[in-house]
């Protein structure tokens, strides 16, 4: 079965560096998102990815956050100048379509973003 | 007013027996609901999508919906141990991208 693939698996980083987390969303889904989740919290969503920009964000998106899709494959999250709160597991998803019907998040593995 | 609410648990129930979970949802124009386990330290997995009133059943799983009442919740039947884990409901609008998770219910099988 597809899945979405996330890389790396952990991070480790020193506050105020700029980290770049990795991820294939399943090849025929069109819609990309990034949550979050800080340890022992709630799924919180960061952002969606539809036909190469942004179609929905959240207030933790913040003028130090952005995503990008370099290429037909790779979608990813830059956080530019890391904070301490910013320690949390990154969740990639992607779904087929918006709608919602018959088209759940399938999510990746995770990286879990550890800042020093 | 929280988007989705959960209880948070924990619960317990012995092996064998039925658990269920509830979620509640703010928002009357949602039109997808979901039902996700979390293992500790794992990303959420897929148990059951529902979409219209009334239950849906698959394996030992069951969703139910009741959008006038604004509720969702998910009985697992004969439980197992395996099915320890913490259970997300989320919900998508009828506008926008996102979907809404809820803080998630633990839940503890107990052989």
């Known amino acids: 079965e597809p899945e979405v693939t996330q890389t790396p698996s952990h991070q480790v980083t020193q506050m105020g560096q700029e980290v770049i987390l990795r991820c294939v969303p399943i090849s025929n889904h069109l819609y990309f998102y990034w949550y979050r989740q800080i340890l022992g919290q709630k799924v919180e969503f960061l952002v969606s990815?539809?036909?190469?920009?942004?179609?929905?964000k959240s207030e933790i998106f913040d003028d130090q956050f952005s995503v990008e899709r370099p290429d037909g494959s790779n979608f990813t999250l830059k956080i530019r100048s890391t904070k301490l709160e910013d320690s949390a597991m990154y969740f990639c998803?992607?779904?087929?379509?918006?709608?919602?019907?018959?088209?759940?998040?399938?999510f990746g593995n995770g990286t879990r973003l550890t800042v020093t | 007013q929280k988007e989705v609410e959960q209880n948070s648990g924990p619960l317990s129930v012995p092996e064998g027996a039925i658990a269920s979970l509830n979620c509640t949802y703010s928002?009357?124009?949602?039109?997808?609901f979901f039902w996700y386990r979390q293992y500790s330290g794992k990303s959420p997995e897929l148990i059951m999508s529902i979409y219209s009133n009334g239950d849906k059943e698959d394996g030992r799983f069951t969703a139910q919906l009741n959008k006038a009442s604004q509720y969702v919740s998910l009985l697992i039947r004969d439980s197992q141990p395996s099915d320890s884990a913490t259970y997300l409901c989320a919900v998508k609008k009828n506008t926008g991208n996102q979907f809404y998770f809820g803080t998630g219910t633990s839940l503890t099988v107990i052989p």
């Open positions: 990815f539809y036909n190469n920009e942004i179609s929905e």
């Open positions: 928002d009357r124009g949602s039109q997808s």
């Open positions: 998803a992607s779904s087929v379509d918006s709608t919602g019907y018959n088209s759940p998040l399938h």
